[in-house]
């Protein structure tokens, strides 16, 4: 279990943006507090597939709070650094999913409705591994017409299954397993592997964190 608790360049949570959120956390045992961690990650960051264009930076944990904004592998990085940070072991998750609501242009970017790679944490709760996808926000599910994801850190919450309408949301296909740390060598082959024409840009990026490509807070889900 010592992997699972240890801060790593990117569960960084000695992060002093991170340590200040960790006061926020409430809880008189791991249970409660891993759901107090898992409401912070969810609501707190805005979720935005595009952030992944600032390459191996935006994986980080602290990214979501130096940008206030990220997609699923960094919020899931948040949640595990932030559990690790009040010593309940937790590492971080990866699967691929089909989104069925993804944006047209989410989709024309990568050419698929296929995610590879999608995040989540997996947290060591009353002698069991607990899976949780502090993911989607809270404003983000409104707009999509789809229930927040809720979490009791009792049961897994991974994603939901269809919209409030019974539509198809989130369908998982494809599970990589867990890691004590960022696979990055993973990352990337996947990336070559399943989005070949994203390669050279992400190559580029994954040098340096790139700043004049779109911004979170230029992003609107109901415009694309």
């Not at 696979?183 to 190559?203: G, K, N, R, S």
């Amino acid at each position: 279990m010592e992997a699972y608790l240890q801060a790593t360049p990117y569960f960084d949570y000695q992060n002093p943006l991170i340590e200040q959120l960790s006061r926020q956390v409430s809880g008189a045992n791991d249970r409660e507090k891993a759901v107090s961690i898992y409401y912070l990650v969810r609501d707190g960051i805005k979720y935005n597939p595009y952030t992944l264009k600032d390459g191996l930076g935006s994986l980080k944990a602290s990214y979501c709070l130096e940008h206030h904004q990220a997609f699923c592998i960094p919020k899931s990085a948040l949640m595990v650094a932030l559990c690790r940070k009040h010593e309940i072991p937790a590492r971080i998750g990866l699967a691929d999913v089909i989104n069925h609501l993804s944006s047209p242009k989410l989709i024309e970017w990568l050419r698929t409705d296929y995610f590879a790679m999608h995040g989540y944490a997996d947290v060591y709760i009353e002698g069991k591994w607990i899976k949780a996808t502090p993911v989607f926000d809270q404003d983000l599910c409104t707009k999509f017409g789809v229930h927040p994801l809720d979490f009791d850190g009792k049961s897994d919450a991974i994603l939901q299954a269809n919209t409030a309408d019974g539509k198809k949301h989130m369908e998982y296909v494809k599970q990589h397993g867990t890691f004590d740390d960022m696979p990055i060598a993973l990352i990337l082959q996947t990336v070559e592997a399943v989005y070949p024409h994203l390669l050279q840009d992400f190559a580029t990026a994954f040098t340096q964190p790139s700043h004049d490509k779109q911004t979170a807070s230029e992003w609107n889900p109901k415009q694309d």
